[in-house]
Protein backbone atom coordinates (compact mmCIF):
# COMPACT_ATOMS: atom_id res chain seq x y z
CA UNK A 1 0.00 0.00 0.00
CA UNK A 2 1.67 3.35 -0.94
CA UNK A 3 1.44 5.92 1.54
CA UNK A 4 0.52 9.64 1.21
CA UNK A 5 2.49 12.43 1.97
CA UNK A 6 0.37 14.58 4.18
CA UNK A 7 0.78 18.35 3.54
CA UNK A 8 3.00 20.11 6.38
CA UNK A 9 0.17 21.50 9.62
CA UNK A 10 1.65 24.88 8.96
CA UNK A 11 0.32 24.92 5.25
CA UNK A 12 -3.19 26.56 6.02
CA UNK A 13 -1.48 29.35 8.73
CA UNK A 14 0.87 30.06 5.69
CA UNK A 15 -1.85 30.48 2.93
CA UNK A 16 -3.75 32.32 5.29
CA UNK A 17 -0.98 34.89 5.48
CA UNK A 18 -0.36 35.02 1.80
CA UNK A 19 -4.22 36.49 1.68
CA UNK A 20 -3.70 38.92 3.84
CA UNK A 21 -0.39 40.24 2.34
CA UNK A 22 -2.19 40.11 -0.72
CA UNK A 23 -5.15 42.23 0.62
CA UNK A 24 -2.39 44.65 2.36
CA UNK A 25 -0.80 45.50 -0.73
CA UNK A 26 -4.07 45.88 -2.54
CA UNK A 27 -5.24 48.71 -0.50
CA UNK A 28 -3.47 51.35 -1.26
CA UNK A 29 -4.41 50.84 -5.28
CA UNK A 30 -8.00 50.84 -4.22
CA UNK A 31 -7.70 53.67 -2.81
CA UNK A 32 -6.47 55.55 -5.68
CA UNK A 33 -8.56 53.69 -7.76
CA UNK A 34 -11.72 54.51 -5.56
CA UNK A 35 -10.46 58.49 -5.42
CA UNK A 36 -9.83 58.81 -8.94
CA UNK A 37 -6.60 60.06 -8.66
CA UNK A 38 -4.93 60.39 -12.43
CA UNK A 39 -0.47 60.39 -11.80
CA UNK A 40 1.10 62.45 -11.91
CA UNK A 41 -1.73 65.25 -11.79
CA UNK A 42 -3.32 63.30 -8.52
CA UNK A 43 -6.81 64.06 -9.79
CA UNK A 44 -6.26 67.74 -10.08
CA UNK A 45 -5.93 70.05 -13.36
CA UNK A 46 -2.71 71.99 -14.61
CA UNK A 47 -5.10 75.38 -15.92
CA UNK A 48 -5.08 77.22 -18.34
CA UNK A 49 -2.87 80.74 -16.57
CA UNK A 50 0.29 80.74 -15.07
CA UNK A 51 -0.49 81.48 -11.57
CA UNK A 52 -3.28 78.54 -11.97
CA UNK A 53 -0.18 76.05 -13.15
CA UNK A 54 1.77 77.09 -10.02
CA UNK A 55 -1.04 76.55 -7.57
CA UNK A 56 -1.25 73.05 -9.52
CA UNK A 57 2.73 72.35 -9.17
CA UNK A 58 2.07 73.10 -5.42
CA UNK A 59 -0.81 70.49 -5.81
CA UNK A 60 1.55 67.98 -7.01
CA UNK A 61 4.41 68.04 -4.57
CA UNK A 62 1.84 68.62 -1.74
CA UNK A 63 0.16 64.66 -2.77
CA UNK A 64 3.95 63.20 -3.65
CA UNK A 65 5.26 64.55 -0.24
CA UNK A 66 1.75 62.91 1.50
CA UNK A 67 2.16 59.74 -0.17
CA UNK A 68 6.02 59.22 0.57
CA UNK A 69 4.80 60.23 4.46
CA UNK A 70 1.90 57.95 4.44
CA UNK A 71 3.27 54.97 2.74
CA UNK A 72 6.53 55.21 5.40
CA UNK A 73 3.60 55.50 8.04
CA UNK A 74 1.80 52.47 6.55
CA UNK A 75 5.23 50.59 6.38
CA UNK A 76 6.20 51.14 10.14
CA UNK A 77 2.52 49.84 11.02
CA UNK A 78 2.81 46.86 9.37
CA UNK A 79 6.28 45.99 10.84
CA UNK A 80 4.88 46.50 14.22
CA UNK A 81 2.02 44.14 13.73
CA UNK A 82 3.90 41.74 12.40
CA UNK A 83 7.42 41.98 14.04
CA UNK A 84 5.39 42.16 17.66
CA UNK A 85 2.16 39.97 16.64
CA UNK A 86 1.22 37.61 19.35
CA UNK A 87 3.06 34.49 19.13
CA UNK A 88 1.99 30.88 20.80
CA UNK A 89 4.68 31.36 23.52
CA UNK A 90 2.99 34.42 25.12
CA UNK A 91 6.58 36.20 25.39
CA UNK A 92 6.35 40.00 26.25
CA UNK A 93 8.86 41.78 24.35
CA UNK A 94 11.59 44.10 25.74
CA UNK A 95 9.79 47.27 27.09
CA UNK A 96 12.06 50.53 26.30
CA UNK A 97 10.67 53.49 27.60
CA UNK A 98 12.68 56.27 26.14
CA UNK A 99 14.59 56.40 22.71
CA UNK A 100 16.17 60.01 22.95
CA UNK A 101 17.32 59.92 18.73
CA UNK A 102 14.21 58.77 17.99
CA UNK A 103 11.67 60.83 20.11
CA UNK A 104 13.96 64.17 18.48
CA UNK A 105 13.76 62.53 15.25
CA UNK A 106 10.05 62.28 14.92
CA UNK A 107 9.78 65.93 16.06
CA UNK A 108 11.87 68.06 14.38
CA UNK A 109 11.31 66.10 10.88
CA UNK A 110 7.45 67.14 10.80
CA UNK A 111 8.25 70.91 11.71
CA UNK A 112 10.78 70.80 8.94
CA UNK A 113 8.30 69.16 6.65
CA UNK A 114 5.27 72.11 8.07
CA UNK A 115 7.52 74.88 7.40
CA UNK A 116 8.44 73.46 4.06
CA UNK A 117 5.03 73.67 2.98
CA UNK A 118 4.13 76.35 4.78
CA UNK A 119 6.64 78.26 2.69
CA UNK A 120 5.63 77.21 -0.52
CA UNK A 121 2.29 77.79 -0.42
CA UNK A 122 3.33 81.35 0.67
CA UNK A 123 5.34 81.70 -2.31
CA UNK A 124 2.82 80.48 -4.59
CA UNK A 125 -0.41 82.51 -2.81
CA UNK A 126 1.86 85.63 -3.35
CA UNK A 127 1.99 85.24 -6.83
CA UNK A 128 -1.89 84.35 -7.14
CA UNK A 129 -2.91 87.71 -5.10
CA UNK A 130 -0.23 89.71 -7.08
CA UNK A 131 -0.91 92.49 -9.17
CA UNK A 132 1.87 92.89 -11.59
CA UNK A 133 1.91 96.06 -14.19
CA UNK A 134 -0.19 94.86 -16.65
CA UNK A 135 -1.24 96.63 -20.56
CA UNK A 136 -4.77 95.20 -20.55
CA UNK A 137 -7.35 96.60 -18.00
CA UNK A 138 -10.99 94.92 -17.67
CA UNK A 139 -13.89 96.10 -15.52
CA UNK A 140 -15.86 93.83 -14.66
CA UNK A 141 -19.20 94.47 -13.71
CA UNK A 142 -21.52 91.34 -12.56
CA UNK A 143 -25.39 91.90 -12.02
CA UNK A 144 -28.88 89.62 -11.95
CA UNK A 145 -28.36 88.20 -14.14
CA UNK A 146 -25.52 88.70 -16.35
CA UNK A 147 -22.04 90.42 -16.69
CA UNK A 148 -21.12 93.30 -18.23
CA UNK A 149 -17.27 93.88 -20.13
CA UNK A 150 -15.50 97.50 -20.38
CA UNK A 151 -12.24 97.99 -21.69
CA UNK A 152 -10.87 101.69 -20.14
CA UNK A 153 -9.77 103.64 -22.89
CA UNK A 154 -11.76 102.49 -25.46
CA UNK A 155 -15.73 101.91 -27.04
CA UNK A 156 -15.07 98.20 -26.31
CA UNK A 157 -18.41 97.00 -24.17
CA UNK A 158 -19.93 93.51 -23.96
CA UNK A 159 -23.06 93.28 -21.91
CA UNK A 160 -24.89 90.43 -21.79
CA UNK A 161 -27.22 88.37 -19.50
CA UNK A 162 -28.68 84.94 -18.80
CA UNK A 163 -29.08 82.83 -22.16
CA UNK A 164 -26.34 85.64 -23.85
CA UNK A 165 -23.39 84.33 -22.16
CA UNK A 166 -21.31 87.41 -22.92
CA UNK A 167 -17.87 87.26 -24.21
CA UNK A 168 -14.64 88.83 -22.47
CA UNK A 169 -11.42 88.81 -24.74
CA UNK A 170 -8.12 88.84 -23.80
CA UNK A 171 -4.99 88.22 -25.09
CA UNK A 172 -2.70 85.45 -24.66
CA UNK A 173 1.21 85.82 -22.97
CA UNK A 174 -0.03 89.05 -21.44
CA UNK A 175 -0.99 89.92 -17.91
CA UNK A 176 -4.67 90.98 -17.84
CA UNK A 177 -5.50 93.31 -15.05
CA UNK A 178 -9.22 93.05 -13.90
CA UNK A 179 -11.52 95.10 -11.63
CA UNK A 180 -14.79 92.80 -10.88
CA UNK A 181 -17.88 94.58 -8.99
CA UNK A 182 -21.25 94.31 -8.02
CA UNK A 183 -23.93 96.01 -8.61
CA UNK A 184 -26.58 94.35 -6.41
CA UNK A 185 -25.92 90.66 -4.60
CA UNK A 186 -22.77 88.88 -4.04
CA UNK A 187 -21.93 86.99 -7.30
CA UNK A 188 -19.05 84.50 -8.68
CA UNK A 189 -16.64 85.04 -11.34
CA UNK A 190 -15.33 81.67 -11.62
CA UNK A 191 -13.79 80.18 -14.87
CA UNK A 192 -13.42 76.72 -15.25
CA UNK A 193 -10.40 76.27 -16.89
CA UNK A 194 -8.67 78.97 -15.69
CA UNK A 195 -8.87 77.03 -11.77
CA UNK A 196 -9.81 80.60 -10.75
CA UNK A 197 -12.88 82.15 -8.61
CA UNK A 198 -13.74 85.40 -7.30
CA UNK A 199 -16.35 87.12 -5.27
CA UNK A 200 -18.18 90.34 -7.32
CA UNK A 201 -18.76 92.27 -4.03
CA UNK A 202 -21.60 95.29 -3.80
CA UNK A 203 -19.77 98.07 -2.62
CA UNK A 204 -16.33 96.61 -2.50
CA UNK A 205 -13.33 96.31 -5.72
CA UNK A 206 -11.78 93.28 -6.34
CA UNK A 207 -8.36 93.59 -8.25
CA UNK A 208 -6.73 90.65 -9.66
CA UNK A 209 -4.56 89.46 -12.27
CA UNK A 210 -3.94 86.77 -14.71
CA UNK A 211 -2.16 85.57 -17.56
CA UNK A 212 -3.67 83.08 -19.94
CA UNK A 213 -0.94 80.92 -21.32
CA UNK A 214 -3.02 79.19 -24.63
CA UNK A 215 -5.63 81.04 -26.91
CA UNK A 216 -9.26 79.26 -27.20
CA UNK A 217 -12.81 79.89 -25.70
CA UNK A 218 -12.83 79.08 -21.95
CA UNK A 219 -16.34 78.55 -20.03
CA UNK A 220 -17.29 80.58 -17.09
CA UNK A 221 -20.29 81.10 -14.78
CA UNK A 222 -21.39 82.63 -11.61
CA UNK A 223 -20.79 80.69 -8.64
CA UNK A 224 -22.59 82.01 -6.01
CA UNK A 225 -26.79 81.56 -5.19
CA UNK A 226 -27.32 84.98 -6.48
CA UNK A 227 -31.69 85.01 -7.20
CA UNK A 228 -33.80 83.46 -9.91
CA UNK A 229 -31.89 83.06 -12.65
CA UNK A 230 -28.67 82.37 -11.41
CA UNK A 231 -28.53 78.73 -13.09
CA UNK A 232 -28.14 80.41 -16.44
CA UNK A 233 -25.48 83.41 -15.59
CA UNK A 234 -22.65 82.55 -18.03
CA UNK A 235 -20.02 83.69 -19.39
CA UNK A 236 -17.32 82.74 -21.76
CA UNK A 237 -13.27 84.06 -21.66
CA UNK A 238 -11.85 84.51 -25.74
CA UNK A 239 -8.18 84.28 -25.37
CA UNK A 240 -6.86 85.56 -28.79
CA UNK A 241 -3.32 86.55 -29.98
CA UNK A 242 -2.15 90.20 -28.98
CA UNK A 243 -2.16 91.13 -32.95
CA UNK A 244 -5.85 89.43 -33.34
CA UNK A 245 -6.97 91.31 -29.52
CA UNK A 246 -5.34 95.03 -31.36
CA UNK A 247 -7.52 94.08 -34.29
CA UNK A 248 -10.96 93.04 -32.22
CA UNK A 249 -10.43 96.48 -29.92
CA UNK A 250 -9.80 98.61 -32.58
CA UNK A 251 -12.55 96.96 -34.13
CA UNK A 252 -15.19 99.53 -31.93
CA UNK A 253 -13.81 102.62 -32.96
CA UNK A 254 -15.93 103.06 -35.75
CA UNK A 255 -19.38 104.88 -36.04
CA UNK A 256 -21.04 101.22 -35.94
CA UNK A 257 -19.09 100.75 -33.15
CA UNK A 258 -19.83 103.78 -30.81
CA UNK A 259 -23.53 103.33 -31.71
CA UNK A 260 -23.54 100.25 -30.39
CA UNK A 261 -21.48 100.92 -27.03
CA UNK A 262 -23.75 103.88 -26.10
CA UNK A 263 -26.84 101.00 -26.85
CA UNK A 264 -25.23 98.53 -24.13
CA UNK A 265 -24.19 101.47 -22.13
CA UNK A 266 -28.17 102.26 -21.66
CA UNK A 267 -29.23 99.06 -21.50
CA UNK A 268 -26.58 97.99 -18.62
CA UNK A 269 -27.66 101.20 -16.72
CA UNK A 270 -31.23 100.39 -16.69
CA UNK A 271 -31.05 97.06 -15.33
CA UNK A 272 -28.20 97.94 -12.39
CA UNK A 273 -30.60 100.90 -12.03
CA UNK A 274 -33.71 98.89 -11.33
CA UNK A 275 -32.46 95.66 -10.55
CA UNK A 276 -34.88 93.99 -12.78
CA UNK A 277 -33.68 92.32 -16.29
CA UNK A 278 -34.20 93.86 -19.49
CA UNK A 279 -32.64 92.58 -22.67
CA UNK A 280 -30.37 95.50 -24.58
CA UNK A 281 -30.79 95.42 -27.79
CA UNK A 282 -27.39 95.24 -28.77
CA UNK A 283 -25.36 93.23 -25.92
CA UNK A 284 -21.63 92.80 -27.40
CA UNK A 285 -20.85 95.82 -29.49
CA UNK A 286 -18.85 95.31 -32.79
CA UNK A 287 -17.78 91.42 -31.39
Same mark, same amino acid.
Given at each position: ??? /?? @? %?????? $????? *? ?12 ? @?? @??? =? ?10 ? /? #? ?6 ? +? ?9 ? $???? #? &???? +???AFRYRRTSDDVIPRQVQYHL???? @? ?14 ? #? ?9 ? %? ?32 ? %????? !? ?29 ? !?????? &? /? ?6 ? #?? &? ?5 ? =? ?26 ? *? !? ?21 ? /? ?9
Amino acid at each position: MES /TA @L %PPQDAP $IRKRR *TRRLRLIAALPIAA @LT @LAG =CTLPKFGAVAGD /T #TTSQSVFH +LWQWFSVLAAI $IGGF #T &FALI +LWAAFRYRRTSDDVIPRQVQYHLPAEV @LYTIIPILVIIGLFAA #TLVVENKVVAN %PKAPVTVDVLAFQWGWKFTYPGSYALVYGQTTQS %PEMVI !PAGENVHINLRSSDVIHGFYVHDFNFSRFAQ !PGILNE &F /TFNATKTG #TF &FGQCTQL =CGLYHSLMFFRVKVVTPAAYQVWLKSFN *T !PAGIAAYNAATNASSQQTSSHVG /TKPTSSSGAN
